[in-house]
Antibody, heavy 119, light 105 residues
Framework: QVQLQESGPGLVKPSETLSLTCTVS????????WTWIRQPPGKRLEWIGF???????NYNPSLKSRVTISRGTSNNHFTLNLESVTSADTAVYYC?????????????WGQGILVTVSS | VLTQSPATLSLSPGERAALSCRAS??????LNWYQHRPGQAPRLLIY???NRATGVPARFSGSGSGTDFTLTISSLEPEDFAVYYC?????????FGQGTIVELK
């Protein structure tokens, strides 16, 4: 059974970098497309981007200048880095697996982690 | 932009639920539905408008094309009370609707 689990700090200061890890079990990140999605309080879900099995990345243009998604060097995990955060980046962050070559269909998700940006 | 209606649906177990998702421009058939129960991971229910994902019960069905789509739950079970989101994969970047809450009446 495929399972994803987000981890990282729940509080980040403004202007700093938000860093999250998604640990995958039951599937190898050497296949598929590994995705981050977020949901700010009271707002809709927002696709952030993905890293493919080959290491190619694709990002939402609204965040592209600040975001990096990368594969872990060991273990079966991938990471999200979001630079220069503001209160607008406060959200529940989800990692998910996407099954298509465009990374647009999400068949497994993590439970999400709330990250608050505040001093 | 995907617009879901109603925002909240108040129903009893055994009743039929019909959730709407309307796109501001055509997404052809590329519309997915997800279920999100509190404290759990979101779950893929329907992909490409009408295809049930693996393990999804037959009481869930999807229909529509172009700009108007419907998720129908034929007879609500207790575990079906949750938030439902639609998502389009026709036009990058992929976007979601704002969600419909199906709550216990």
């Amino acid at each position: 059974q495929v399972q994803l689990q987000e981890s990282g700090p729940g509080l980040v200061k403004p202007s700093e970098t938000l860093s999250l890890t998604c640990t995958v079990s039951g599937a190898s990140i050497d296949s598929y497309y590994w995705t981050w999605i977020r949901q700010p309080p009271g707002k809709r879900l927002e696709w952030i981007g993905f890293i493919s099995y080959s290491g190619a990345a694709n990002y939402n243009p609204s965040l592209k200048s600040r975001v990096t998604i990368s594969r872990g060097t060991s273990n079966n995990h991938f990471t999200l880095n979001l630079e220069s955060v503001t209160s607008a980046d406060t959200a529940v962050y989800y990692c998910a697996r996407a099954t298509t070559s465009d990374g647009d269909l999400f068949d497994y998700w993590g439970q999400g982690i709330l990250v608050t940006v505040s001093s | 932009v995907l617009t879901q209606s109603p925002a909240t649906l108040s129903l009893s177990p055994g009743e039929r639920a019909a959730l709407s998702c309307r796109a501001s421009q055509t997404v052809t058939k590329y519309l997915n539905w997800y279920q999100h129960r509190p404290g759990q991971a979101p779950r893929l229910l329907i992909y490409d408008a009408s295809n049930r994902a693996t393990g999804v019960p037959a009481r869930f069905s999807g229909s529509g094309s172009g700009t108007d789509f419907t998720l129908t739950i034929s007879s609500l079970e207790p575990e079906d009370f949750a938030v439902y989101y639609c998502q389009q994969r026709s036009s990058w970047p992929w976007t979601f609707g704002q969600g419909t809450i199906v709550e216990l009446k």
